[in-house]
């Protein structure tokens, strides 16, 4: 019995330390814009990452400048590339489903996460996005510098309004 007992609790001490060791990341200290959730290896609330604007602001910042349907010539969008807010969250899976305020969502291969410079944008010429103008974020593709990426899946892919991301 004493055996038992002894093996349960070091079951428990091993589990409890991989959780706690896996949410290394800090509580957002203002309002959550971003929550991704999934095959994570960092979390800062029960198993999913809770991001706030200053949080996102705090991660390797990016240009993409192009052109896409919905803007007339060429636009500079500014946010986070996909792959390294996966890399902070330590992201190890296959897909990323993004989902937008109004329930449309998409699924991004990880793979192609690192092949381009897809981005998490939050700004278009210098102005933060707001909801009524695609933010929080609008997902960016560089369709001026990889021409065949602009197909209708990839527009598919291109949404507005991400809130959550799910990495399957």
């Not at 960092?42 to 240009?63: F, G, K, N, W, Y």
Request: with cysteine; proline share 4%; charged share 25%.
């Amino acid at each position: 019995m004493r055996a038992f007992l002894f093996a349960s609790v070091a079951v428990l001490q091993v589990a409890f330390t991989d959780v706690v060791g896996a949410c290394s990341l800090p509580q957002p200290a203002g309002k959550v814009i971003l929550t991704v959730t999934g095959h994570i290896g960092a979390c800062s609330d029960q198993r999913e990452v809770r991001l706030d604007r200053a949080m996102i602001h705090s991660l390797p910042l990016t240009e993409v400048r192009t052109k896409n349907p919905w803007e007339r010539g060429r636009a500079t969008y500014q946010g986070v590339l996909l792959r390294d807010l996966l890399h902070y969250v330590k992201a190890h899976g296959k897909m990323v489903e993004l989902s937008a305020l109004n329930d449309f969502h998409t699924e991004i291969s990880i793979a192609d996460t690192k092949k381009y410079n897809i981005l998490l944008a939050f700004r278009r010429n210098g102005v933060e996005l707001t909801v009524r103008d695609k933010g929080p974020f609008f997902v960016v593709f560089p369709f001026s510098d990889v021409r065949n990426l602009e197909t209708e899946e990839r527009f598919a892919q291109s949404i507005w309004q991400v809130n959550h991301i799910e990495v399957k």
